[in-house]
């Protein structure tokens, strides 16, 4: 009798014992429960779930097939919980195209907001030469929203035998085989992405001659020759060339220069004009000058 007290005691503190320790589980967790983040919840039965998902795929052998129909086991179950994306908000976009846009992001059908690393994806879009500056924003449950700043088209270069669309500070957008940037000055020779402002500067003063303006070619780094549509050269000066431009405006208007037999006008000094002609001019120069000696010649 003594021993049935006994252990009928001890089974009853055993159970007061289990009873204590789940009411202190249960205070633990409503505990925790009010820190955590807001959806964290979903966010944790989502991972489970997605674990669980992962688990059986790969057991079976099928992962790849899954992964190509569905995407990564953890996006497709956060999908089935309303976590997808189903709306990707672009703004700032001017050459870009969307599709263009989505896909240097990473973003479609088989990606999840739930999983979605944002800044993640910021930094896809910033390593794109057209992209100077992109910011990123989940908007719960399934919509993305993504700015984008463009860097500016300026000018296609020449270079080693490629060209290139180039931005305002030099740098190199992507190879030139869109023909919406055909419309850019076309600039050539070493260094000439980083100084393309000044070879539009040039064009800006060229006035009624820039239509006919075809190419800046740098030179050795510091001055441009401008190649015109009849490919006749017109080498300004490295210091004032913008200058330079407007004396061969004034020219032009006085004597029609432009349309002579010239391979080159050299601008490059101040108090004089240099011209050259070229193979057929010289010889219409040399044939005009011996009509003028065989009339001038005396009669003998």
């Known amino acids: 009798m003594a021993g049935g007290n006994y252990f009928s005691r001890r089974r009853t503190e055993a159970q007061r014992a289990a009873g204590e320790r789940r009411a202190l589980r249960q205070?633990?967790?409503?505990?925790?429960?009010?820190?955590?983040?807001?959806?964290?919840?979903?966010?944790?039965?989502?991972?489970?779930?997605?674990?669980?998902?992962?688990?059986?795929?790969?057991?079976?052998?099928?992962?790849?097939?899954?992964?190509?129909?569905?995407?990564?086991?953890?996006?497709?179950?956060?999908?089935l919980f309303g976590l997808g994306i189903d709306e990707v908000q672009i703004a700032g976009i001017v050459e870009l195209r969307e599709g263009e846009v989505l896909a240097a992001a990473g973003v479609g059908p088989l990606r999840?907001?739930?999983?979605?690393?944002?800044?993640?994806?910021?930094?896809?879009?910033?390593?794109?030469?057209?992209?100077?500056?992109?910011?990123?924003?989940?908007?719960?449950?399934?919509?993305?929203?993504?700015?984008?700043?463009?860097?500016?088209?300026q000018a296609l270069w020449?270079?080693?035998?490629?060209?290139?669309?180039?931005?305002?500070?030099?740098?190199?957008?992507?190879l030139m085989t869109d023909p919406r940037f055909s419309r850019l000055p076309f600039v050539a020779g070493e260094g000439a992405n980083t100084h393309s402002q000044e070879y539009i500067d040039i064009i800006a003063a060229a006035g009624p001659l820039a239509p006919?303006?075809?190419?800046?070619?740098?030179?050795?780094?510091?001055?441009?020759?401008?190649?015109?549509?009849?490919?006749?050269?017109?080498?300004?000066p490295e210091i004032e060339p913008v200058a330079a431009m407007a004396r061969l405006i004034d020219i032009e208007s006085r004597d029609k220069v432009l349309n002579k037999d010239l391979i080159a006008i050299d601008m490059r000094q101040s108090d004089r004009?240099?011209?050259?002609?070229?193979?057929?001019?010289?010889?219409?120069?040399?044939?005009?000058r011996k009509k003028t000696a065989k009339r001038k010649a005396p009669e003998t």
């Open 158 to 174: 020449q270079r080693n035998g490629e060209v290139f669309v180039i931005a305002a500070d030099g740098t190199v957008i992507d």
């Open 27 to 79: 205070t633990t967790l409503e505990k925790a429960a009010r820190y955590m983040p807001r959806g964290a919840g979903t966010g944790l039965m989502v991972a489970f779930f997605a674990t669980v998902a992962a688990y059986g795929v790969a057991r079976g052998g099928h992962m790849d097939a899954f992964r190509a129909a569905y995407g990564e086991p953890y996006d497709a179950a956060a999908r």
């Open 212 to 236: 006919r303006i075809r190419a800046g070619i740098l030179v050795s780094g510091r001055r441009w020759d401008i190649k015109f549509d009849n490919d006749l050269i017109v080498r300004l």
């Open 112 to 153: 999840s907001l739930a999983f979605l690393d944002a800044g993640e994806v910021r930094k896809r879009l910033e390593s794109v030469p057209m992209i100077r500056q992109a910011s990123v924003s989940k908007l719960y449950p399934d919509a993305l929203s993504i700015t984008i700043v463009e860097r500016e088209p």
């Open 273 to 288: 004009i240099a011209m050259r002609l070229s193979e057929e001019g010289a010889a219409a120069m040399i044939e005009a």
